[in-house]
């Protein structure tokens, strides 16, 4: 079924850019380094339309409305340390395909410190509380960067919450975050002693602790897609094609009316709050993957992002990061292959790590852990 639906999604595609657009373009990538180039062929009843707005000033850079009625060549070359997206509209006949690229000449930038706290860090032998008190406990020990996990509630109302079923203590809340209001989440107390945290909590801490950065693991909102969706979701996300008029059409009947996602709740809120900010806001890092990069570009550029391991292939990954010149790599380190060749370029941080021999040979490497470990 699944390679069914696939292949009749490649058809189509393969069908409209003959019979409407004349297959009047080379081939288009979704990331370009540097400068990227585009062959369009003649075809007179053909109009494109290409608008580049810039990532970080959100200024567009690029806008260019022609008929093919002569080959033309798109090219542009992203200034040092600029990232542009790129939207290109073919329209003919009454009918449009939409695509959407980047061309990225930004600096990579590491993360400043090896060692993350993961959740929080771990207070009284309890993991995953991503509490204030684990926040206190563990910056005096002299963690800088802390990993947090957010969730989104019943109410669109965003906390700090790791998955039901890692946590071990003695009290726990036995319902999914999404079926919860807020309220119903803060009467909660990690063995009744330590509080949950809010999205408006965090933004204290950040404004507080000026050397302290904070790593968003946004957890997806829970949905339950079609086999249809959840193969054109995949086409979508691996080609820069966004949509056309007959899918938009499909979208709207058959798919998910209400298509927020938390990394849209979330990033919404935090440039409402720190718009005026810029030192807080940078110190910000969002894990990112094939499913979340481009709407965390529509909302702020973050010079500092870390590409989650658990959703593609790790040689995929790193090309993939790559190309949007993020250097840095979080990798379960239990999947991790001696046999698997380290990008240079690339820093990895394994997760989760309590003891140095369990990454031990290996340099330039960072880790996340529980409580911090001396060398």
Not at 52 to 67: F, L, M, P, R, W
Not at 249 to 264: A, C, P, R, S, Y
Request: charged share 25%; hydrophobic share 35%; glycine share 2%.
């Amino acid at each position: 079924m699944k390679g069914l639906l696939q292949l009749i999604i490649s058809k189509y595609f393969s069908w409209k850019l003959k019979f409407y657009f004349n297959n009047c373009f080379d081939k288009i990538s979704k990331y370009y380094e540097v400068e990227g180039q585009i062959h369009f062929f003649k075809s007179p009843k053909v109009k494109i339309i290409l608008r580049g707005t810039d990532t970080a000033t959100k200024k567009e850079v690029y806008h260019q409305e022609i008929y093919l009625c002569k080959d033309f060549v798109f090219y542009f070359k992203a200034k040092h340390n600029q990232r542009v997206q790129f939207e290109l509209i073919l329209k003919n006949k009454g009918t449009y395909v939409k695509y959407l690229f980047f061309i990225s000449n930004k600096e990579g930038n590491y993360l400043p410190h090896n060692q993350i706290a993961h959740a929080m860090g771990q207070i009284d032998n309890l993991l995953y509380t991503n509490s204030y008190d684990a926040f206190l406990k563990n910056y005096h020990n002299g963690f800088r960067i802390f990993e947090v996990d957010i969730q989104v509630t019943k109410d669109n109302e965003v906390i700090l919450f790791h998955d039901l079923k890692d946590y071990v203590g003695t009290r726990w809340i036995h319902n999914e975050i999404k079926s919860l209001e807020k309220k119903e989440v803060l009467k909660f107390k990690y063995d009744n002693k330590y509080s949950v945290l809010t999205l408006n909590d965090l933004i204290v801490l950040l404004k507080k602790y000026t050397d302290v950065y904070f790593i968003l693991d946004m957890k997806p909102l829970s949905k339950k897609l079609t086999v249809f969706e959840r193969i054109f979701n995949i086409y979508k996300k691996q080609a820069p094609y966004i949509e056309d008029n007959f899918i938009k059409k499909i979208e709207l009947i058959f798919f998910q009316k209400n298509k927020k996602t938390t990394e849209d709740i979330v990033l919404k809120n935090i440039i409402r709050n720190l718009k005026n900010d810029t030192n807080s806001l940078n110190r910000i890092i969002p894990q990112t993957h094939i499913d979340n990069l481009n709407i965390i570009y529509k909302y702020y550029d973050f010079p500092l992002k870390i590409w989650r391991d658990n959703h593609d292939s790790y040689k995929n990954d790193i090309k993939l990061a790559s190309k949007n010149q993020i250097y840095n790599y979080s990798r379960n380190y239990l999947k991790f292959s001696t046999a698997e060749k380290i990008n240079t370029k690339i820093k990895y941080y394994f997760y989760n790590v309590s003891d140095l021999n369990q990454i031990s040979g290996y340099m330039n490497i960072g880790f996340f852990t529980d409580k911090r470990i001396h060398k």
